[in-house]
T-cell receptor, first 116, second 114 residues
Framework: DTAVSQTPKYLVTQMGNDKSIKCEQN?????MYWYKQDSKKFLKIMFS???????INETVPNRFSPKSPDKAHLNLHINSLELGDSAVYFC???????????????FGQGTRLTVV | AQKITQTQPGMFVQEKEAVTLDCTYD???????LFWYKQPSSGEMIFLIY??????QNATEGRYSLNFQKARKSANLVISASQLGDSAMYFC???????????FGQGTRLTINP
């Protein structure tokens, strides 16, 4: 029933570890995203994929590597985790744009990553 | 470049009153969309309402309406008859046509008092 689901919901890990967050959407959307929400609640795009192809990479360190095995899945792998990576990571998807405009994104419930 | 500004870090409103959350945007592109999202304390992002730059009428969704003033580049969210469950962070966002990303404002924390 869930539209955009991501796992895990919480992730606590030590500095230097590698971790992955998984995301799946059952809405049939072509476009998927990763957003990061920092401790001040500011949301910023990290990556955007359209039909498994990377469209946007917003100056994210290359320790972050998204992977889209098919258009329903977009996973995020993070190498060598740092304290500053602690944040909430949201996966989202969106349908094709509305005529003359753009389109909303549907968000997963978020993954709260804490690096200790 | 796109920019969204929400100038109210926090708002406190009595239950059943109407509330207006401010949002101004900056873009030179004529085709764009404006969005409002709600983030309750549980953390999920809930889409509320959308306004396209070419839409002639202000968008409405139930108790939510968007006061779109194109010349002023503002897209304020109006919540009528506020309820305790409206207490949350509210984010204004913009997307340019074909840009495939949302740019968010800083958010406004709305607290509804009984």
């Amino acid at each position: 029933d869930t539209a955009v689901s991501q796992t895990p919901k919480y992730l606590v890990t030590q500095m230097g570890n590698d971790k992955s967050i998984k995301c799946e959407q059952n809405l049939g959307h072509d476009t998927m995203y990763w957003y990061k929400q920092d401790s001040k609640k500011f949301l910023k795009i990290m990556f955007s994929y359209n039909n498994k192809e990377l469209i946007i990479n917003e100056t994210v360190p290359n320790r972050f590597s998204p992977k889209s095995p098919d258009k329903a899945h977009l996973n995020l792998h993070i190498n060598s985790l740092e304290l500053g990576d602690s944040a909430v990571y949201f996966c989202a998807s969106s349908p094709p744009g509305r005529t003359g405009g753009s389109t909303e994104a549907f968000f997963g419930q978020g993954t709260r990553l804490t690096v200790v | 470049a796109q920019k969204i500004t929400q100038t109210q870090p926090g708002m406190f409103v009595q239950e059943k009153e109407a509330v207006t959350l401010d949002c101004t945007y900056d873009t030179s592109d004529p085709s764009y969309g404006l969005f409002w999202y709600k983030q309750p304390s549980s953390g999920e992002m809930i889409f509320l309402i959308y306004q396209g730059s070419y839409d002639q009428q202000n968008a409405t969704e139930g108790r939510y309406s968007l006061n779109f003033q194109k010349a002023r580049k503002s897209a304020n969210l109006v919540i009528s008859a506020s309820q305790l469950g409206d207490s949350a962070m509210y984010f204004c966002a913009m997307s340019l046509r074909g840009a495939q990303k949302l740019v968010f404002g800083q958010g406004t924390r709305l607290t509804i008092n009984p």
